[in-house]
């Protein structure tokens, strides 16, 4: 079965204070995995999709990137705007059962 | 904006009553999937439509049925409503069975008392 694990469960940061999320992940063939910020009472936003190990993609002060086992998600001098549920998420390349396996995110606060 | 839409934005029923929830898709996404969010934790799969058939399931009871309909638009029902049900569903659209980006909408909050 696949499971996600992100860690840590909550951080909090001072504005400019820079610090990596942590996704760990097992699953039978992986299609993607996905970064997802998510605002208190919103549906999740699409942030990045990693396809093998050692991409890497950047978005504004957010950083993704892949290994075989875990992805991080790297935030360089974030902002109090910043501050929201980060969700990770996986698919397997099972045909005909194309999920989304999600983590239960990390809750990051950026303190002004 | 993803252009993914749901209604009605928060709803309340009791234990026992059934309840239609809708999702209105990106234009062009044949492919939408729904998720159960409890608060707290991730979304949790319940199913995947593919123009307009179930195509893969959760580990969700029958309770939970769904519909897709040939302009972008779906439905999940959820019968014999228990507490737990209570929940944020999202619904989520891509462009094909094997695309690999799923758009969400903002989701329905269902509170059963």
């Known amino acids: 079965e696949d499971q996600v694990t992100q860690s840590p469960e909550a951080l909090r940061l001072q504005e400019g204070e820079s610090s990596s999320l942590n996704c760990s992940y097992t699953?039978?063939?992986?299609?993607?995995l996905f970064w997802y910020r998510q605002d208190p009472g919103k549906g999740p936003e699409f942030l990045f999709t990693?396809?093998?190990a050692g991409e890497e993609k950047e978005k504004e002060r957010l950083k993704a990137t892949l290994t075989k086992k875990e992805s991080f998600l790297h935030i360089t001098a974030p902002k109090p705007e910043d501050s929201a549920t980060y969700l990770c998420?996986?698919?397997?390349?099972?045909?005909?059962?194309?999920?989304?396996?999600f983590g239960t995110g990390t809750r990051l606060t950026i303190i002004p | 904006e993803t252009g993914v839409t749901q209604s009605p934005t928060h709803l309340i029923k009791t234990r026992g009553q059934q309840v239609t929830l809708r999702c209105s898709s990106q234009?062009?996404?044949?492919?939408v999937s729904w998720y159960q969010q409890a608060l707290g934790q991730g979304p949790q799969f319940i199913f995947q439509?593919?123009?307009?058939?179930?195509?893969g399931r959760g580990n969700f009871p029958p309770r939970f049925s769904g519909l897709q309909f040939p302009n972008y638009s779906s439905e999940l029902n959820v019968n014999a409503l228990e507490l737990d049900d209570s929940a944020l569903y999202l619904c989520?659209?891509?462009?094909?069975?094997?695309?690999?980006?799923?758009?969400f909408g903002p989701g329905t909050r269902l509170t059963v008392t």
């Open positions: 989520a659209s891509s462009a094909d069975r094997v695309s690999y980006e799923q758009y």
């Open positions: 699953v039978s063939g992986l299609r993607g």
């Open positions: 990693l396809y093998s």
């Open positions: 998420a996986v698919e397997a390349s099972n045909f005909g059962n194309e999920k989304l396996t």
């Open positions: 234009s062009g996404h044949n492919t």
């Open positions: 439509y593919y123009r307009e058939e179930e195509n």
